[in-house]
């Protein structure tokens, strides 16, 4: 693999599966493949489970890494073309991500959207100027609109817990008080549309994802409808993508015991961090049903199954 920006990067997104569950099962089992590498991790906006999995993956396979906090350990980069740069930016992202690519075999970079500007958001300026400038193979850490580690480890975690070969995955919008990214939800749907299995996608009305990641999807404004035999039920807040940006004020959209009990017997998943009793009550969360802790330490093997891929092809 040369890059990993989405699952368009992946020739196979089951294989890699099967490569993360691998390494799940036996973590140092190419503990020298990355000896003498360094990998760069970029933070432009904050990270708990990204940063810590992915260090802890790149350390199973014997590779170092540099982690920067841009901004706040770093200088304010620029990333227009033909600025003149005399605001508060002291640097263009040409010359750093071309610096970073001097110390760095493979960069990873998160960065959020503004959800201002649909048009600059969708245009990912900053991980295209990664990949432009920096002359290395690319790791998206989340982008402005996807977020593929994170969609990489859900399929991981549905794979390790399904009963049935085409499990009913429905993934519903949920409550929260600041408007944030669609990365989580694009990217879900986008792998999952990869997959066998049926995937149901609820929201209140204006609140539809972009019909590019949907796919084939079935899309329903009725939560408790959608949640009807659910056997895994993915909560996530997205900002809408219509009205850009807006929050939506649906407080009834979380999930709680009842709406669980709507399901059969269903798995909860998300992605963390989650504010509980905004998105999903406190019972549900920790219930048995509830699966985001082994769902948040399974990426450090899909971050594993990526960094391995790469390194294979340097
Ligand atoms: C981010 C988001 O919704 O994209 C990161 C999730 C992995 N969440 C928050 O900012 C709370
Ligand atoms: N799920 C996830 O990406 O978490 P962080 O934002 O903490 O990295």
Redesign the pocket.
């Known amino acids: 693999m040369q890059q990993f920006l989405s699952v368009e990067d992946v020739s196979d997104p089951m294989a890699l599966v099967s490569e993360a569950m691998s390494c799940k099962e036996s973590p140092l089992q190419a503990s020298q493949l990355g000896n003498g590498k360094t990998l760069g991790l970029i933070f432009f906006n904050?990270?708990?489970?990204?940063?810590m999995s992915t260090v802890k993956a790149a350390q199973n396979l014997g590779l170092e890494t540099i982690v920067l906090n841009t901004g706040q350990d770093s200088w304010q980069l620029e990333i227009e073309d033909q600025v003149v740069m005399n605001g508060n930016k002291a640097e263009h992202i040409k010359e750093a991500a071309a610096v970073m690519g001097q110390y760095c075999d493979i960069l990873g970079i998160r960065t959020f959207p503004g959800l201002e500007d649909r048009d600059t958001d969708y245009q990912e300026k900053l991980l295209t100027a990664f990949v432009e400038n920096c002359g290395r193979p690319v790791v998206s850490l989340?982008s402005a609109t996807r977020?593929p580690l994170?969609s990489l480890t859900d399929l991981l975690t549905i794979e390790e817990l399904k009963k049935k070969e085409k499990p009913k995955v429905v993934l519903t919008w949920a409550p929260h008080i600041k408007p944030l990214p669609q990365a989580v939800g694009n990217s879900f749907a986008e792998w999952v549309n990869q997959t066998e299995y049926e995937l149901v996608i609820a929201h209140p009305e204006g609140f539809d994802l972009d019909p590019k990641f949907v796919g084939s999807a079935t899309v329903m404004t009725d939560q408790n409808k959608a949640l009807e035999d659910a056997d895994f039920v993915y909560a996530k807040n997205w900002s809408s993508f219509n009205d850009y940006g807006a929050v939506g004020d649906f407080p009834d959209w979380q999930i709680t015991s009842e709406k669980m009990a709507l399901t059969n017997q269903a798995y909860f998943m998300h992605?963390?961090?989650v504010r509980r009793n905004v998105v999903v009550s406190d019972d549900v969360i920790e219930s048995d049903q509830s699966v985001v802790i082994q769902q948040?330490g399974n990426?450090v093997y899909a971050a594993q199954a990526v960094l391995q891929s790469i390194l294979k092809s340097l």
């Open positions: 904050p990270s708990l489970r990204t940063r989340e977020h994170q992605c963390l961090p948040a990426r």
